[in-house]
């Protein structure tokens, strides 16, 4: 499966008939009614949420944008496409200023609609792998002891061991020792690779 849609449409037959051509497409889809369902759904779900969201933008008792706000304060940053009528284009442009990834107008093109969320899946893919990198970057500086992230940040300056040694008032012996232990919690090999890691 490609990924899934978070689907958000009043009408029934729109959701059937979404539903319908999005799984043809090899894509999962959560269909919801009203902007409340699908909130709650996303507030049950484990983090990270993975895949993109699919709104309409005219709904009671929430717009699309209202659900578009809530999911900004949830500090959700997937995608979000809009599904527009013809009077609904400022509402649309207003959409996309505020990130989203883009809206069509109904009606739309199955197959240009399919094109655009099979992108912003890519999209979603790729924030989740750059954001899992970070995680780990992360986790691995959080693992340096305070002393170990001394010598880090003298070895990412390019100080050879003696001088780095002097500036702690410790061995060389045990500078090596810190720096191989840097190096193999870092995951890194020399000191350039270091300071890469540390420039993020």
Partial sequence: MKGWVYLLDDEAAVLDALDFLLMSRDIG??????????LAAVDAAPRPLRGVFLLDIRMEPMSGLMVQDALMARRLRNPVLFLSGHGDIP????????????????????????????QALAVDA????????????????????????????R??????NK??????????????????????????????????????
Wanted: aromatic letters at 4%; glycine letters at 4%.
């Fill in 91 to 118: 509402m649309a442009v207003d959409a996309l200023k505020k990130g989203a990834f883009d809206f069509l107008e109904k009606p739309y093109s199955d197959n240009a609609l399919v094109d655009r969320i099979e």
């Fill in 126 to 153: 790729a924030m989740h792998t750059d954001d899992a990198r970070v995680a780990e970057r992360e986790a691995r500086l959080s693992s340096l002891t305070e002393r170990e992230r001394e010598v880090m940040l």
């Fill in 29 to 38: 889809v959560r269909p919801y009614a009203t902007g409340p369902q699908l």
């Fill in 163 to 200: 001088v780095i040694a002097d500036e702690l008032h410790v061995s060389v012996r045990t500078v090596e020792v810190h720096r191989a232990r840097v190096y193999a919690k870092l995951g890194v090999r020399s000191a350039a690779e270091v300071a890469t890691v540390l420039a993020g």
């Fill in 155 to 160: 070895v990412a300056a390019g100080k050879l």
